[in-house]
C-alpha cells in the first residue's frame, strides 16, 4: 500500500507539504494526547497533595541513579554524533510537541522493535537498536514522539508504582486477603497502562502527522519490519474482528488476556488511534485548537472524572464485542 492511501478504506489521507513541514504545537498541553481515562487518573493523583513525595519514597528500591549508570555503561546516547539520523528526528519532534527540555535518548542493543521511557525525577528514553534497523524517518519518528509523550505526561512515576505494586503482589501471594486486594489495585493500574500507552501513541500521530506511519508502526509491531507483503487496511480488520469476533467465552478470555497486559494489542492500538484521528480532534489541534500548557491549573478533577466516565460510557456503547452487546440487551431489558 502506498503511502498516498489511506489506511483503512484505501482513500487519500491528508498529506502535507514537505516543504512547509509539521505544525509546530506551541504551548500544547500534555492533556491533548492524553486518552480521557489516563488524564482522569493523572488529574486526580497531581490533586492528591504529597502522594508524589510518598510515591517517589517507596520508590527508592528502583535505583534511577543505578538505572542511569547501567544506561552509560552498555547502551549509546544520542547527540549529533552519534546516530545522528536518530538525533534529528528526536528534535524534529521535540520542536512539534513544544518540548521545553529533551530528556536523554539512548540507543540499547536489542533486535526487537521498541522504545521505553523510564525514570521518575529526570526520564531517559531508550530505543531498541531494532527499530533504527526496521523504521523509515516517519516511523521513527512516531516511535520517539511516543516515548517522548510518556515523559511529557509524567507516566514514569505512575508506572513506578506498577512495578512496586507488581513486586509486591509476588511477595504477599501467600496472604489470600492481601494478595486479592493488591491484585484488585494492580488491576486498575494496568488498565491505566494501557490507556497511557493510547495517550502516547496520540502524542505520536500529533507529532509526526502522518497517520499511515502511526498505522505502520502497529502493524510491525505485530508482524515485523517487512510490510511490503503486508496490507494495512487488512490488518485494521483484524481489529474489528478481534472486538467483534466469538462468543461469551472469548470475551471472558480477551479480559484474562489483558488483566496483566500494560500494552493493549497491536491491532486494538492501530484501531484505536485511527478512530481518535478521524473522530476530528487530530485535525483541530493541527488546526491550533488545543489545550494549552498555560491552563492546566486550572483543569478541574470532576471533569475530567466526568470525562473519563463518559469515555468509558461511550466506548460500552460502541462495543461490537460479544459480553458488551449482552450486558446492553439485559440493561435495556431492565
Not at 166 to 189: D, E, F, N, Y
Not at 318 to 323: E, I
Amino acid at each position: 500500500m502506498s503511502d498516498d492511501q489511506s489506511p483503512a478504506e484505501g482513500g487519500p489521507v491528508e498529506i502535507r507539504d514537505p516543504a512547509r513541514g509539521p505544525v509546530i504545537l506551541r504551548g500544547i498541553s500534555t492533556r491533548a494526547w492524553e486518552h480521557p481515562a489516563d488524564r482522569g487518573a493523572l488529574v486526580a493523583l497531581r490533586e492528591l497533595r504529597g502522594f508524589d513525595i510518598v510515591l517517589r519514597k517507596v520508590s527508592g528500591m528502583v535505583s534511577e541513579r543505578a538505572l542511569r549508570l547501567s544506561l552509560m555503561g552498555s547502551s549509546i546516547r544520542v547527540d549529533r554524533h552519534q546516530y545522528s539520523r536518530v538525533y534529528e528526528a528526536y528534535q524534529q519532534v521535540g520542536a512539534v510537541l513544544d518540548a521545553a527540555e529533551l530528556p536523554d535518548l539512548y540507543i540499547t542493543r536489542d533486535p526487537d522493535l521498541g522504545g521505553m521511557c523510564i525514570g521518575i525525577d529526570k526520564p531517559v528514553v531508550v530505543v531498541n537498536s531494532g527499530s533504527i534497523e526496521l523504521l523509515d524517518d516517519a516511523e521513527l519518528k512516531f516511535l520517539l514522539a511516543h516515548e517522548l509523550g510518556h515523559a511529557l505526561s509524567g507516566h514514569g512515576l505512575y508506572r513506578t508504582l506498577l512495578m512496586v505494586l507488581v513486586r509486591l503482589t509476588t511477595s504477599v501471594a501467600w496472604i489470600p486477603v492481601g494478595v486479592v486486594g493488591l491484585r484488585v489495585i494492580t488491576a486498575a493500574l494496568y488498565e491505566w497502562a494501557r490507556k497511557s500507552e493510547l495517550s502516547a501513541d496520540r502524542a505520536g500521530a500529533l507529532a509526526v502527522q502522518d497517520p499511515a506511519a502511526a498505522i505502520r508502526v502497529m502493524a510491525k509491531l505485530a508482524g515485523g519490519g517487512d510490510l511490503h507483503d503486508v496490507d494495512t487496511a487488512a490488518f485494521l480488520e483484524q481489529a474489528k474482528e478481534f472486538e467483534t469476533g466469538g462468543d461469551l467465552r472469548d470475551s471472558f478470555l480477551k479480559l484474562m488476556l489483558l488483566e496483566q497486559r500494560s500494552h493493549d494489542f497491536a491491532v486494538a492500538r492501530a484501531a484505536a488511534v485511527k478512530t481518535w484521528i478521524d473522530e476530528g480532534e487530530y485535525r483541530d489541534y493541527l488546526a491550533g485548537e488545543y489545550p494549552k500548557r498555560e491552563d492546566d491549573k486550572d483543569a478541574s478533577m470532576a471533569a475530567e472524572a466526568k470525562a473519563a466516565a463518559n469515555s468509558y460510557r461511550a466506548a460500552f456503547q460502541t462495543s461490537g464485542d460479544p459480553l458488551a452487546r449482552v450486558l446492553r440487551k439485559v440493561r435495556e431489558g431492565f
